[in-house]
Antibody, heavy 120, light 108 residues
Framework: EVQLVESGGGLVKPGGSLRLSCAASGFTFSSYSMNWVRQAPGKGLEWVSSISSSSSYIYYADSLKGRFTISRDNAKNSLYLQMNSLRAEDTAVYYCARPQDFFGGAFDIWGQGTMVTVSS | DIQLTQSPSFLSASVGDRVTITCRAS??????LAWYQQKPGKAPKLLIYAASTLQSGVPSRFSGSGSGTEFTLTISSLQPEDFATYYCQQLNSYLPYTFGQGTKLEIK
């Protein structure tokens, strides 16, 4: 079964850091680019970051202003999101998502999400 | 950045109704548009990609159309399980992969 499972969320104080993980299974992880998408409570979906299959191309939403770092370990079939200098507005469910394997492919596989709460 | 504007933001309808949701892009995105369905507490589910291609396993009552800057998602005959929030997303080469603000479909 094709599956993505996020972990690492939790409660963190403003200014703190957190590292999210996404474990992939059931497909050839190293052949796909991957994405992080977040959703603040009661709000819509916001694309956060993308990483190409070999980590050669990395993109971030402008709103992150260099605070987040996406990475992957193809040997471990895992995707990561290092989040630093966290703010209250980063409070959200964070999803990892796999796109279809062609240009402009939509996100056809999503994890269940992991909740990040930034609060003192 | 490309902006996506969905209309309406809220829609009240009855089982059996035909409903249409519109997504307008601030600049042309060819057919690089997807539609997702999200239920409370769940991850989004892909319904339509490339503007009009039905994702495998999605009921045929869902359909998509459009290209360039205007797109529509149509549900031909609403079923109880269709009451959810729907999002469009652009996947053109111009990052970010913007989402629309969402359309909440509620039971009348």
């Amino acid at each position: 079964e094709v599956q993505l499972v996020e972990s690492g969320g939790g409660l963190v104080k403003p200014g703190g850091s957190l590292r999210l993980s996404c474990a992939a299974s059931g497909f050839t992880f190293s052949s796909y680019s991957m994405n992080w998408v977040r959703q603040a409570p009661g709000k819509g979906l916001e694309w956060v970051s993308s990483i190409s299959s070999s980590s050669s191309y990395i993109y971030y939403a402008d709103s992150l202003k260099g605070r987040f770092t996406i990475s992957r370990d193809n040997a471990k079939n895992s995707l990561y999101l290092q989040m630093n200098s966290l703010r209250a507005e980063d409070t959200a469910v964070y999803y990892c998502a796999r796109p279809q394997d062609f240009f402009g492919g939509a996100f056809d596989i999503w994890g269940q999400g992991t909740m990040v709460t930034v609060s003192s | 950045d490309i902006q996506l504007t969905q209309s309406p933001s809220f829609l009240s309808a009855s089982v059996g109704d035909r409903v249409t949701i519109t997504c307008r892009a601030s600049q042309g995105i060819s057919s690089y548009l997807a539609w997702y369905q999200q239920k409370p507490g769940k991850a989004p589910k892909l319904l339509i990609y490339a503007a009009s291609t039905l994702q495998s396993g999605v009921p045929s009552r869902f359909s998509g159309s459009g290209s360039g800057t205007e797109f529509t998602l149509t549900i031909s005959s609403l079923q109880p399980e269709d009451f959810a929030t729907y999002y469009c997303q652009q996947l053109n080469s111009y990052l970010p992969y913007t989402f629309g603000q969402g359309t909440k479909l509620e039971i009348k």
